[in-house]
């Protein structure tokens, strides 16, 4: 019952936004100010820059979630056309339910129907074979391929696997034989330096670290369960922030992925967070649909369109205003900015050998 889950997904996902938001992680990112630091917004670029080749005009993108039935088809539409006005990049959900029933193809392709010459990706599980890959990239035009790693979502998924031996040679077969770059990414827990070092071996050039603190999976599937017998699972894993500062203490030899980071991104603040933490572009995924299907949640439409078109283009104008005052004329340059780390996420850090007084004098250090 994959549609049936599709839809699950779409409401309780959408259900934990409307609830109040606690501290996340993100709150313990301070960029430190500097009053005399700033530029002219008018000499900033916000653009960022991938490996194969890729240029985003925003450093922000619409991260994978739906897609594969008739509701979470007009969600993607939705999307989609907002992705077209503003240039925003965007990803659909998994398509393997598209894998087993070809007929639910529009409901992904109008990613690319109403967006000819944006930036799409596909998403597939780690359980994909090259050829799968291909169909997927093939059936969108897609411009990347994300293949997302969740055995904490299968593990407390009613119907889910229990099989993830075979991931990583898998997803080594897909880099290799899909003909446009594979981003390899978390769906909410979290990514250690131990996998981001292990995605380079495997060939893959760009990771998304989508941790904890914003959409939680593990609830969502615990609330799809009669017996809500995964409770104690429900603030697993780790923050795109605390995989940001893990990533950090790779020895600098020590071949790595381009990093993305996403999971509970409010604000162009969280943003500008995750770029300060070396993160090249944002994913958001939960604040996007909560815009688009409004505080009631029902369904996508021409009004929920034009509401994300202008979050998107004022969480740009706002991003530009941020880099001048920070005074960092590139995307590049916010990872040169000084952070101060705090609370829980400073322990973390520290128990995995972050050097956190670097990180908030990092403008001394370079002088
Ligand atoms: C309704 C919904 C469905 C999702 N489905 C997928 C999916 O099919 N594949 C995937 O890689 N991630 C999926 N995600 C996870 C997001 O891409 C993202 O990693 C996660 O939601 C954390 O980001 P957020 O806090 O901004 O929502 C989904 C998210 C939502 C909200």
Redesign the pocket.
Known sequence: MISNR?DD??N???AQQREERARTDWDEVRLLHHGLAGIDASDVDISTSLPGDIRWPLPFYI????GGTETTGKVNAALAEAAAETGIAM????MSIYLRDESVLPTFRVLRDKNPHGFVMG?L?ADATPDQARRVVEALEANAL?I?I?SVQETVMPEGSRGFGSWAENIASVVESTPVPVIV????FGMSRETVALLAELGVSIA?A??N???N?AR?ENDRRAGKDYAFLADFGQSAAASLLDATTLPAETPRPALLA????RNPYDVIRGLSLGARAV???????HTVLGESGVEANAAGTKRLIEQVNDWRDRLIEMYAMFGAATTRQLSETDVMIGGELAETARLRGVNLAFLANRRSFRR
Do not use: P
């Not at 991260?63 to 739906?66: A, H, R």
């Open positions: 599709k997904h779409l309780f996902a959408a991260n994978g979630m739906t990803a659909t959900g998994s998403n599980s994300q997302h969740n990414k978390e769906v909410g998304d989508a941790g603190g914003g959409t999976f969502v996403s999971g509970g991104v994913g958001v995924a939960g604040t996007f649909l």
